[in-house]
């Protein structure tokens, strides 16, 4: 098999194996080698021009993951009781300090609440878009009745989607109480009607080995450390369960890139997937971001 590269020259909606033996250098493009698999194909031409286009939310830039990251990187965990004097004053700041930060980042979430779904993929308003991701999801998830997580769940409209068109049993995570709020009503006549937590996703407050899909959009890239918070989704998948990630690398610069998240899942598990989504229909409108799914069945 040749190689094929990731970035900007990466094949329009390519399904991937990446190669994990080469080592993380995100200037470089890293080889990875094609699955013998084909991905849904896309059923759906261009975005009408003419259709309500709100365009993509681009997340701020000053939520969750750059501030965790400037303001605490390296010093997590902090509680060791053996720890003592000005190291234990120093590591208790940084815990005010990310407290403060998670609380910062809660209060901007729930600011956005309000208009959250006026983007075109957030609210999956116009019915284009809305099939577009459920052509794309539903077959990822596959027969009716799976339970799936749906960390930093936003309003809840994946996790509507997921329920009525798919008869799936979602619980929706997310630690804005706004976004929940609003979950809740977009989903109170839904059935199976989904459960929402209020909870950080870092550490969601849901049972291990307990569901069939772990999904998640738009939410890793922020979290303190992706990788162990990937380590704890992986832990909430049941026997066989299926890792489903959204992410992108924003042309605000926040983000993770494809290359870096394959990279991440690759750490931690044997199978990953990689599509490109760079078809408009899933954003209302163009976008210069690189935005991607990665699937990982084992
Ligand atoms: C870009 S939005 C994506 C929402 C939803 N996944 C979607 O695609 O429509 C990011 C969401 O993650 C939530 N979030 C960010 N950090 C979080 C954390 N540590 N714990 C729980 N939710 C978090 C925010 O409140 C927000 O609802």
Redesign the pocket.
């Known amino acids: 098999m040749g190689s094929l590269y990731i970035g900007s020259a990466f094949p329009v909606s390519a399904m991937m194996r990446i190669d994990h033996s080469s080592h993380m250098d995100h200037e470089r493009p890293h080889t990875i080698s094609t699955l013998g698999m084909t991905f849904p194909r896309w059923r759906h031409s261009r975005h009408d021009e003419a259709s309500p286009r709100s365009g993509p939310?681009i997340?701020p830039k000053s939520?969750?993951g750059s501030c965790l990251r400037g303001a605490i990187a390296g010093s997590w965990p902090l509680s060791s009781p053996k720890l003592a004097g000005s190291a234990w004053v120093e590591l208790r700041s940084a815990s005010c300090k990310y407290r403060r930060v998670?609380e910062d980042?809660?209060d901007l979430?729930d600011r956005?609440a309000e208009t959250?779904d006026q983007a075109a993929?957030?609210g999956l308003r116009d019915p284009v878009v809305r099939r577009a991701w459920a052509d794309l999801l539903l077959p990822l998830i596959g027969e009716p009745g799976r339970r799936v997580a749906?960390?930093?769940?936003?309003?809840g409209?994946?996790s509507a989607l997921l329920a009525v068109e798919g008869q799936h049993l979602v619980h929706g995570?997310?630690?804005?109480t706004e976004?929940i709020r609003r979950a809740r009503e977009k989903a109170a006549k839904v059935v199976p009607r989904p459960v929402f937590s209020v909870?950080?996703?870092?550490e969601p407050p849901l049972p291990p080995a307990s569901f069939e899909v772990v999904l998640?959009?738009?939410?890793l890239w922020?979290?303190r450390d992706p990788s162990e918070t990937l380590q704890r989704w992986i832990e909430l998948l049941a026997p066989g369960g299926v890792l489903v990630l959204?992410e992108g690398k924003w042309s605000n610069g926040v983000g993770l890139k494809a290359s870096e998240c394959a990279r991440l899942v690759g750490s931690l598990r044997a199978d990953v997937q990689l599509q490109m989504l760079d078809d408009d229909v899933y954003w209302g409108g163009r976008t210069d971001d690189e935005r991607y799914l990665i699937l990982s069945a084992s």
Do not use: N, Y
Request: charged share 20%; proline share 3%; with cysteine.
């Open positions: 939310k997340p939520s969750t998670i980042a809660r979430w956005e959250f993929d957030h749906d960390l930093g769940c936003g309003t409209t994946l995570v997310d630690f804005s976004m909870a950080d996703a870092s998640c959009r738009h939410v922020a979290m959204i």
